[in-house]
């Protein structure tokens, strides 16, 4: 295949692997984790929304990541995959911006939507005769919306300060989407300043979430402790397991990209890590919260049991109030 013509403008992604040597397989194995999570995203999205069981604040939240995690993974893979087969890999200026304010909008909302969610743990185990006023429908589409926002927030301050900078240099992009501090080291100017700047603002945009989410279980931590009954103890833990697991994950890697000092970094590192959480955590994220969790799983089997005997109802099917239904006060 021939490479298309590069403009004066364009980049191009050296990729995950610079020279693979079996690209194919590197496709494959690629391809087969972005079908799994887009599918395992939208099939969480759909459960929630068809089985009233699943109408709490909780799974309202949980559908709002998978929607993001859906995003986020079609930002890069897509390109990436397209590079494989490609021997022309190409950008083009707006496309590598438009990458790097949706990178930044998405990875942002879902910092603050998982502190958020940190924070219903916390109200569900430690106060749940107050739950459905402190978790009602207006509370949670506004913990939505300022997430959405906050992440939006950091692609509108980055993006524009970032292309901005003059790049006369090489336009090999040592990575396999735009990623800032890849895209930096092409500068032709100095542009450490910048760096300390955007390096602050990330660990200061970290320190939201992460307060949220360690004072939310340290509390649910010492209300669990306070507990006398080991069922109690169980159902709190079952509750919050899930989250802790898919909080250690995606924290993890934002913590090496965001606060490890530079001398810690190299493009490879870079590279690896990026694509544990741009290709890998959309899909675990969904597969954690089935797998570990019995509601998603009971609900799955009802809806597939409705599909497959659309006739057969029962009175121990009838389904509960939803939350929609119960905040209506239906």
């Known amino acids: 295949m021939e490479a298309a013509p590069l403009n004066s403008t364009d980049f191009i992604l050296l990729g995950l692997i610079i020279h693979p040597t079996l690209p194919g397989l590197i496709f494959s194995v690629v391809f087969s984790i972005f079908v799994v999570a887009v599918t395992a995203n939208v099939a969480m999205v759909l459960l929630i929304r068809m089985d009233p069981r699943l109408h709490t604040p909780m799974y309202f939240l949980l559908s709002q990541l998978s929607i993001m995690d859906t995003v ?32 930044l909008t998405l990875i942002g909302g879902e910092f603050f939507l998982l502190g958020l969610m940190a924070y219903d743990r916390y109200v569900a185990v430690c106060s749940p005769l107050r739950y459905p006023v402190l978790m009602s429908r207006r509370v949670c589409l506004c913990m939505v919306l300022g997430s959405w926002l906050g992440g939006s927030l950091d692609g509108f301050m980055l993006t ?60 649910i931590l010492v209300t ?4 006398t009954s080991a069922d109690g103890r ?53 597969l954690i919260y089935s797998l570990r969790n019995r509601d998603v799983a009971a609900a799955l089997r009802r809806v597939l049991g409705r599909c497959t005997y659309p006739q057969r109802v029962t009175a121990g099917d009838a389904p509960r109030r939803s939350w929609r239904q119960q905040q209506l006060g239906q």
Not at 224 to 227: L, Q, S, T, W
Not at 258 to 272: A, F, Q, R
């Open 72 to 103: 986020y993974i079609c930002v890069t893979v897509p390109k990436m995959l397209q590079d494989l087969l490609s021997e022309g890999r190409t950008i083009s200026f707006l496309g590598c911006a438009l990458q790097i304010f949706l990178y």
């Open 160 to 219: 524009p300060v970032t292309m901005s900078f003059p790049y006369c240099a090489s336009r090999e992009i040592n990575h396999f989407f735009c990623e800032i501090p890849a895209v930096l080291r092409l500068s032709c100017i100095d542009t450490s300043l910048y760096e300390t700047l955007m390096y602050m603002c990330c660990v200061l945009m970290l320190l939201v979430p992460i307060s949220i989410i360690t004072v939310s279980y340290t509390r």
């Open 224 to 227: 669990v402790h306070r507990m």
């Open 234 to 286: 169980r159902k709190a833990w079952t509750t919050c397991s899930s989250h802790v697991l898919v909080v250690s994950i995606f924290y993890g890697a934002a913590f090496y990209t965001n606060v490890l000092p530079h001398s810690y970094h190299t493009p490879e590192k870079d590279k690896v890590v990026s694509a544990f959480y741009t290709i890998l955590t959309p899909m675990l994220n969904p």
